[in-house]
């Protein structure tokens, strides 16, 4: 069985950060792409960020250079760095396993509000 449980979201203040984990299990986490997407209050899914197997990441514009995707494939565990937070980053994190062009799985989610 899939499971990708979520971790590290929190109440922050703009400018602050934190850092989410993904716990992975039930599939080969090192040869699995995998992608952080986030949905905030009243607006659709949108991909954060995404990692392939062989470590080469993508992110969106609105998150680049503030935000680094990485994984630990001893650890099966996903991890996404958030630095210089604004309010605008406040949504329901999700790490997803990614196959094709679809997100096969996903976990619960972690909050994230960035208020001061």
């Known amino acids: 069985e899939v499971q990708l449980v979520e971790s590290g979201g929190g109440l922050v203040q703009p400018g602050g950060s934190l850092r989410l984990s993904c716990a992975a299990s039930g599939f080969t986490f090192s040869s699995a792409a995998m992608s952080w997407l986030r949905q905030a209050p009243g607006k659709g899914l949108e991909r954060v960020s995404s990692i392939n197997s062989g470590g080469s990441t993508s992110y969106a514009d609105s998150v680049k250079g503030r935000f680094t995707i990485s994984r630990d494939n001893a650890k099966n565990t996903l991890y996404l760095q958030m630095n210089s937070l604004k309010p605008e980053d406040t949504a329901v994190y999700y790490c997803?396993?990614?196959?094709?062009?679809?997100?096969?799985?996903w976990g619960q989610g972690t909050q994230v509000t960035v208020s001061s």
């Open positions: 997803a396993k990614v196959a094709g062009e679809e997100y096969e799985y």
